[in-house]
């Protein structure tokens, strides 16, 4: 397995804050990675897909970057409703897996 | 616009079969990859398999030898079975669209999972 870490693994921030986490392959990864935002109680959403394409209906303060090992998912002005918890996503043709990192959860402060 | 619904026993006693349907609506099964994931109370998230519609399918490692995915076309439904249960296989089961395979995905894209379905407690206890 190649490990997806993400960190931090929580954060305290204020509406309006600039919110940043990371996501970390433990060795080069071919491709990007996918990220989710879940809300206690639901079930996770789509967010960000290949690193950095918003999925349709996700605000434009959420943005994402990254190539190689690392990888950012960058929230621009927190809002009320983006308390919650981020996973980053990826995948390996060898073996054939679906991973996802240990999640971070953004609290308020 | 596509729905998946987890259907299934919320209680299975340990050394058992955790048994689970997700019917998909709105939608046809065709043509798609469909997942299972799970989630332990307060952990993140695992992912399980997928089958094509088709009929094939490919098993994280981890849980290969106790799980199988099924499809149902003909009912818009796909299944999972996991044997020898125990209390640590207590979570949260999510049924998902996955877009792709880890081998059919464009390159660099990795497969997304979406929609979800709203997901199931299984408690695994005597």
């Not at chain 1, 921030?13 to 990220?35: E, F, K, M, Q």
């Not at chain 1, 943005?63 to 996503?89: K, N, R, V, W």
């Not at chain 2, 997700?22 to 043509?31: A, R």
């Not at chain 2, 519609?53 to 009912?75: A, C, F, M, Q």
């Amino acid at each position: 397995d190649i490990q997806m870490t993400q960190s931090p693994s929580s954060l305290s921030a204020s509406v309006g804050d600039r919110v940043t986490i990371s996501c970390r392959a433990g060795r080069t990864i071919s491709g990007y990675v996918n990220w989710y935002q879940q809300k206690p109680g639901r079930a996770p959403e789509l967010l960000l897909y290949a690193a950095s394409t918003l999925q349709s209906g996700v605000p434009s303060r959420f943005s994402g970057s990254g190539s190689g090992t690392d990888f950012t998912l960058t929230i621009s002005g927190l809002q009320p409703e983006d308390f919650a918890t981020y996973y980053c996503q990826h995948s390996y043709k060898t073996p054939p897996l679906l991973s996802f990192g240990g999640g971070t959860k953004v609290e308020i402060k | 616009q596509v729905q998946l619904q987890e259907s299934g026993p919320g209680l299975v006693k340990p050394s058992e079969t955790l048994s689970l349907t997700c019917t998909v609506s709105g939608g046809s099964i065709s043509s798609y990859y469909w997942s299972w994931i799970r989630q332990p109370p307060g952990k993140g998230l695992e992912w399980i398999g997928y089958i094509y519609y088709s009929g094939s399918t490919n098993y994280n490692p981890s849980l290969k030898s106790r799980v199988t995915i099924s499809v149902d076309t003909s009912k818009n439904q796909f299944s999972l079975k996991l044997s020898s249960v125990t209390a640590a296989d207590t979570a949260v089961y999510y049924c998902a669209r996955q877009s792709c395979s880890s081998t059919s995905c464009p390159p660099g894209r990795p497969p997304k999972f979406d929609p979800w379905g709203q997901g199931t407690l299984v408690t695994v206890s005597s």
